[in-house]
Each structure stands twice: as structure tokens, then as C-alpha cells.
């Protein structure tokens, strides 16, 4: 089956840029805007959304996601809200919807019912950030079945046969870790992330997005000039938290306007 991410990434490269991936919590501030500020993001520039269900025990996610997704645990999120999440957004927008979710809940909803309903839902895959290829038969089968895309995540410390297990594995684009801990904004990218995906070319990656740490629409540039997307969280929730709607559009406007600097340099 034809991967609609990776089809996505195909676009923005024949237009002469890089691919800018957005990142929200489902459920932050409820679930209704949360719906409304991944709409709002594919329309003013995302050519990717990728959904985070809120989970109580987040350990990648910084300061300004675990706020978010704690408030959406406190407002009643729900895992079937993800479902109901992306069906909304897929039915309004065309741009394809990855869900960035930790493992432990996929497994108690059960691997192959967690496919089928993300799927029958609109989904395009699945960003899993705590589980490696070796340890995720289940999924890369439900996945296969599916048409669902798999994205595993590559870190600066990740050893050459383990980028041989991720470059085989995924498909859409691998995520790039830009570099070591949580995620969050910062002021300078590590110079790790290039040499990353120098690596992941060399493994045979087609196509690689780099994410943790990008903040505005300079680090997004910067990263598109060796990488094929640019993945932004926690300048886009600290935008929806502190402007609503009208903040985020112009955070992400803001943003997309990086991926054509990034094609011009």
C-alpha cells in the first residue's frame, strides 16, 4: 500500500521544500479544540499532523507537553478519544495523521484492535518513541495488514546495526532524534541530528524528519538542509496555551514559512 506520510514528504520535496510536521496533544484544552487546533494546523502550513494521546507516565515529552497532556487527563481524556480525534480531523482535512503514542497503552487495548480502529478511523500510522523494531513483531504485522505506517525513532547514540533495524522497519519517514533527552525548545540544534541522518542515508533511509528542539521557523531552515521534514511540538502547544486558536495559526504560518528558507539556502 501506498504510504500517504511519505507521499506528503514527495510533495513538499517536488515543490521545492521540506515537509514541516506538527505535533498537539488530543484532548488539550478539551477535546473539541484540541480537534479544532489540529485542523487549524494542517490549514495554515503542516503538511503532516502528528497526535499525541495523553498518557500518565510520559517520559519523553518536556515540561510544556506534560503540562498539556495532564490537563487533557485531568479534562477526561479517554483512549478511545483518539479514535474519534482522528476521524474528526480526517474527515475535514487532507493531510495524513501519524499518532505518536507510547506502547503500554496500545498493548492493553490490544495490538491488532488498536490498528484496525486507528485505520478505520483515517490514521496514517503510528510514531511509537519507547519500542524498537526487535521488540515490536505484533505491530509491524498489524501494521503490514493495515496499510498503517510504522515510525521508529533513531537517536544520536544508536548503534549502526540498530539503524539497519529501523531503516528496514519503518516506513514514511524514520524519526530523527535532533538530540539526547526530552523534548522542548532550545535555543541552538545539536549538530548531532546532521550527522544522524548522514548515518541513516548511508543505512538506506529515503526519507528522514528531524524533531525534538525546533522551535521557529530558523531551526526549521536550518534542519531542512539535510533533512526531509521538520517535526515542532512544544512551540505549537505553548502557542495553542497561550493565543487559542488565533496563536497557534500564526505559530504555525510562522513555521511553514521555515521550510521554504530552508530550500533557498
Not at 506538527?22 to 494546523?41: M, R
Not at 503542516?46 to 500518565?56: K, R, T, V
Not at 479534562?75 to 482522528?86: H, K, P, S
Amino acid at each position: 500500500m501506498t504510504s500517504r506520510v511519505a507521499a506528503a514528504i514527495d510533495r513538499a520535496r517536488a515543490a521545492g521544500r521540506g515537509a514541516f510536521v506538527g505535533y498537539l496533544p488530543i484532548g488539550f484544552p478539551d477535546l473539541e479544540t484540541s480537534i479544532e487546533a489540529a485542523v487549524t494546523l494542517a490549514e495554515n502550513g503542516a503538511d503532516i499532523l502528528e497526535l499525541g494521546p495523553p498518557y500518565s507516565d510520559p517520559v519523553m515529552d518536556g515540561p510544556v507537553i506534560q503540562e498539556a497532556t495532564q490537563a487533557a487527563l485531568a479534562a477526561g481524556f479517554r483512549l478511545r478519544d483518539t479514535f474519534t480525534a482522528v476521524r474528526e480531523i480526517t474527515r475535514r482535512v487532507d493531510v495524513p495523521v501519524l499518532v505518536m503514542s507510547y506502547w503500554n497503552p496500545i498493548v492493553q487495548y490490544g495490538v491488532d484492535r488498536y490498528a484496525d480502529d486507528l485505520a478505520e478511523a483515517g490514521g496514517a500510522g503510528l510514531i511509537t518513541p519507547d519500542i524498537t523494531p526487535e521488540a515490536a513483531e505484533e505491530w509491524i504485522a498489524a501494521s503490514k495488514r493495515t496499510g498503517l505506517d510504522r515510525v521508529f525513532l533513531a537517536a544520536p547514540t544508536s548503534t549502526d546495526e540498530r539503524l539497519d533495524l529501523i531503516v528496514e522497519n519503518s516506513t514514511g519517514f524514520v524519526y530523527t532524534v535532533s538530540t539526547m533527552g526530552i523534548t522542548g525548545e532550545r535555543e541552538q540544534l545539536d549538530a548531532a541530528a546532521r550527522t544522524l541522518i548522514a548515518r541513516l542515508r548511508e543505512h538506506g533511509a529515503e526519507r528522514a524528519c528531524v524533531g525534538i528542539g525546533i522551535s521557529n521557523a530558523e531551526h526549521v531552515a536550518a534542519v531542512l538542509e539535510y533533512a526531509d521534514g521538520a517535526i515542532v511540538g512544544t512551540a505549537l502547544v505553548r502557542a495553542l496555551r497561550d493565543g487559542g486558536l488565533d496563536g497557534l495559526a500564526e505559530t504555525a504560518r510562522a513555521l511553514a514559512a521555515g521550510t521554504a528558507l530552508g530550500a533557498a539556502k
